[in-house]
């Protein structure tokens, strides 16, 4: 998937007898995925989505071209993309999380750690995965206090090891 793409959510599976599909949605607010389609698929094909209704764990919505079960069941696991230019404009502080993977790690002198290597929830609270120079991995709360200073022009970020969670 070019650059200018960026994961918004996943078909989970299917839902019902008519080819609606489970979504699993990536962004902060779960229904703002249909307001990106049309959706490139990393099957090489486009989707529009339109949300019928949400469950517990998922949207549940049809999507372009799927009109049966079989064809619903086809697409489980499909990753959906949206284009970056389609994003909302963020206020100073903010920034999405897709641009934090690849960031180089500084300790609060300037002494590189590695890079982030995903940003993580488990349902509590998220968490960003740090690769090491030696190619390990750690855990740090993403949080103000673990995580001081975010800079994407210079492409770091400084945290503070005191508040590692697990490695």
Known sequence: MEANWVIVGAISGSFGTRGEVRVKSFCTNPRDIEAYSPLNADNNKTY?????KVTKDSLVANISGITNKEDADSLK???????????????????YYSDLI??????????????????????????IEIRT?????????FTKDSVPTIDLLKKVIIVNLTSEVGG
């Open 133 to 141: 120079l030696k190619s390990d991995k750690f855990l740090l709360p």
């Open 77 to 95: 696991g499909l990753k959906l993309y949206a284009n970056r230019d389609n994003f909302p404009n963020l206020l100073n502080d903010e920034f």
């Open 102 to 127: 690849g960031l180089t790690v500084l300790d609060p002198n300037s002494q590189k750690i590695g890079t982030v290597s995903a940003i993580l929830n488990h349902g509590a609270s998220d968490i």
């Open 48 to 52: 529009t989505l339109k949300i019928k």
